[in-house]
């Protein structure tokens, strides 16, 4: 026992194991405190948590303007603002999608000139020459 004490190797596992240890700890802490609700917005309120029974659990959205210039505070709830951004996510996709069809081509277009241009020149200089080639 005295001399795996004097060795690196059992202090490093040793400490790997606090280590560990201290990871599981925190982990479980943290799954045992996130058990709470959590709301999106300090606005709206839980079901069960209202004080006034006829007050709808939903806020109202009627009144809401359509041409909003960013998110409000909290969850925000206007369809024409998530299809505005979800149309120019979709415009930005389409633009890295041609980039990347490029990058593509080109690389096979380069590929393709280094096979034409290098290597079957090479291979055929090497049948008509009658010898075969040496690694």
Excluded: C
């Amino acid at each position: 026992m005295l001399k795996w004490i004097r060795k690196p190797l059992f202090w490093m596992v040793v400490a790997e194991m606090v280590v560990v240890s201290l990871l599981i700890v925190a982990a479980w802490n943290l799954i045992g405190t996130g058990t709470k609700p959590v709301l999106a917005s300090p606005a709206f309120q839980l079901p069960g948590s209202t004080t006034e029974p006829n007050r709808p659990v939903l806020p109202d959205l009627s009144g809401r303007k359509s041409d909003q210039h960013g998110p409000l505070p909290g969850l925000n709830l206007d369809s024409a603002f998530w299809q505005q951004r979800l149309r120019e996510l979709n415009g930005d996709q389409a633009f890295f999608e041609q980039l990347e069809w490029r990058i593509v081509h080109a690389a096979m277009q380069s590929v393709r000139r280094y096979l034409e241009t290098v290597v079957l020149p090479s291979i055929r200089h090497a049948e008509h020459a009658g010898g075969s080639l040496v690694v």
